[in-house]
């Protein structure tokens, strides 16, 4: 191999490797210098433009004055604007007239759902599927009614209903298993004892159909409050009453009243969403 | 060691040798390719006339409207009396595949037809060079004032040189632009000075890109920045037709003495004028070269020459390797390469005709509720929660009746019919279906939603969704 094929030119460090391996002394290529240069001034501009290099009194601002929760508050107004078109009409109706709106309905069931998760899911589950001893919302079966102005009642005051255990303490062992049949069978009337003895009738209706005013549910359908319906579960309902402070082991049901943690408009918002799961009436 | 393989393989001292007439242009000197008149210089003006269409698209009218108009803020593409939405975007990547492989299939029949007659850098470039020539002369003259010190008298060629490029780099732009908004508000938005952000971000990147790429970068957008150079030139086999220097009948070349035939010698007189007018610098007799875009200028200028000394034209010609080399040529449509590329072509565009004459009037989709997936109700039934989605691609409102097909006894609680599905947008509704605890004999069953328009009967859609009730 000769000594003349060097591609470079004649220039080298000086350096030899291997007899005749030589280090050329090429100038970088003037396109890569040009990227060099360009790189460093786009790195001094954009901490010139950004906060950026320590400074007295904690860091250079940049000379636009960005800051990361200026840009937030920014994107958080452009956001208010365009649902204020409809947040702004909210106050002034009632959440009737809301639910009567077609344009107001949907931006309630796109908006709300962030509301009904926050303060709602964790006890009657995303989409209202409802949760063990919390009520199912997207059924139409209603403890207190699935009218708007009702369902803006309970969540605005809450509900707290009262089942005396033992039918007010009268009933023996054996009366309690006959009756928890009877209703297990969504046949509550069958027993005498519904209308007699266990007084049942007075909160849950002659026919066992309930009384939506009292919360006292319709024991004639498929729908439970406690539990899956099973002898087991009736029974023990029957045994123990519902928010009975006699009884230790009495069912727990109370609805909180909103009206303290959530503004007038979050609540009709709530009862359209919560409306609209299938159940409303 | 067999005769053919010791021909092949390679000493050391070639790479070398190669390597001390490896001459590679990276920017550093500007090309200067000579202009002559011929069959390919008129095909390639004719060719890069299409170009006229991007200019003068935009302001075709159709019904009160731009007739082309891609309208990305609405997500709408109008082309004349078609209508398309995001929904059909499928056509688009059908649009790509045909255009894709159009290219593949070309480029394997006859090279690089897209580089060095229709591609924008080649076609920019070449009206640049020409504006070019007109201004400052020809190329040995614009070599004289480059290196020429600055002086008034260069100045006088320069700048008007570099008005015209920007000028033309300017519309460009605008007609790029154009293509995405209302044409002639646009050109008045820009006059005023009063356009959007986005023009003028687009009309300065566009007039900055043209004017550096064709006025300054020319072939080395080719050499080194260009995909579709190295795409193209691997679809090349030793069937396609290319621009090439017939070897055989011209080596050994040699100058032409006084007009006579030199014994021995070959065609080519080594004139030269081949690599002049190349205009990416490259010398066509060397073999086929990466930075050949195939424009086919060598062949009008060794016609030219070859005319002169009275010898047969084609000394540079479209031919492919196997027939320079003497080996039969198969014909076209015996090349499995071109039949493959041909299906795919037909299938792509059967598809975008399928697509533009079946756009329909609905998009129909229904989202079934996944949390709860069903709910049990008083009477025992089973409802399920559905999201409807209708989408009215037409430029009218539509009212629509919706009809659901599924488990018998099914009732359906829709807001009151019809429903009204508005123009040009998505109309969503809450459906309940509502099944008979009985009447579920699986877990999923199909369900189909069907909508008709009440004033047009051709307009209707059906979406199958399912039915879920509780685990059997």
Known sequence: MSDQKNPYGPGTTGHVWDENLAEATNPPPKWWMIGLHASWILVLLYTLVYPSWPWFGGAFKGVMGWTSIGEYKQDLAAINEVRGKYENQLPGKSAAAILADSELNEYVQRSAKVLFGENCAACHGSGGAGNPGFPVLADDEWLYGGEIDKITQSITAGRQGMMPARGGASLTEAEVDELARAVAATDPTSSPLFTGKGTCFACHGQDGKGTPAMGAPDLTDRIWRFGNGSFEEVKYTILHGVNDSNDANSRNAEMPSWQQRLSETEIKKLAVYVHQFGGGR | ?472
């Open chain 2, 1 to 472: 060691m067999s005769e053919k393989l010791a021909e092949q393989s390679v000493r050391i001292e070639d790479l070398y040798d190669d390597l001390d007439k490896w001459h590679v242009n990276t920017g550093g000197e500007t090309i200067h390719a000579k202009r002559m008149p011929g069959r390919f210089r008129q095909l390639k003006w004719l060719t890069a006339s299409t170009w006229l269409l991007f200019f003068l698209g935009p302001y075709l009218r159709y019904d009160g409207r731009q007739a082309i108009l891609f309208d990305i803020p609405d997500r709408k593409f109008y082309i004349f009396d078609i209508t398309i939405m995001p929904q059909d975007i499928w056509m688009l990547s059908l649009t790509l595949l045909f255009f894709a492989i159009l290219l593949a299939v070309i480029t394997s029949v006859a090279g690089r037809v897209f580089c060095g007659y229709f591609c924008f850098q080649t076609v920019w470039t070449d009206v640049y060079t020409w504006i070019e020539e007109k201004l400052e002369g020809a190329p040995h003259k614009r070599r004289k004032i480059d290196s020429a010190p600055m002086s008034f008298e260069k100045l006088k060629l320069k700048v008007p040189k570099h008005a015209a490029w920007l000028a033309i780099a300017m519309l460009t732009g605008v007609s790029f632009a154009a293509w995405f908004t209302d044409a002639y508000e646009l050109w008045e938005a820009y006059v005023t000075l009063s356009a959007s952000k986005a023009a003028w971000i687009v009309l300065a990147l566009f007039t900055g890109g043209t004017y550096l790429f064709a006025g300054f970068m020319r072939e080395q957008v080719c050499f080194w920045l260009c995909p579709y150079a190295r795409i193209q030139g691997v679809m090349y086999d030793t069937e396609t037709i290319l621009p090439a220097y017939d070897r055989h009948r011209g080596e050994p070349r040699g100058k032409l003495r006084k007009g006579n035939t030199v014994e021995g010698q070959g065609d080519c007189i080594d004139c030269n004028q081949c690599v002049a007018v190349c205009p990416t610098g490259v010398d066509i007799r060397e073999g086929q070269h990466e930075g050949c875009i195939t424009c086919a200028l060598c062949i009008d200028a060794c016609d030219a020459v070859m005319e002169k000394i009275n010898k047969p034209k084609g000394l540079i010609r479209y031919a492919s390797w196997d027939e320079l080399e003497g080996k039969p040529v198969p014909k076209l449509l015996k090349r499995p390469r071109v039949l493959v590329y041909l299906a795919i072509i037909t299938a792509a565009a059967i598809g975008i005709v399928y697509g533009v004459t079946h756009l329909g009037t609905f998009g129909l989709s229904v989202v079934h509720e996944r949390s709860p997936l069903f709910v049990l109700q008083s009477d025992g039934s089973i409802q399920n929660k559905y999201d409807l989605k209708i989408l009215n691609k037409s430029d009218v409102d539509h009212p629509v009746r919706l009809t659901a097909r599924g488990p018998e006894g099914l009732a359906l609680r829709t807001p009151a019919q019809p429903l009204t599905a508005k123009s040009g947008r998505v109309s969503s509704f809450t459906i309940f279906v509502r099944v008979p605890r009985r009447q579920l004999d699986a877990e999923m069953q199909p369900l189909i939603f069907e909508i008709q328009s009440v004033d047009d009967d051709g307009a209707n859609a059906e979406y199958e969704s399912m039915f879920v009730g509780p685990r059997q």
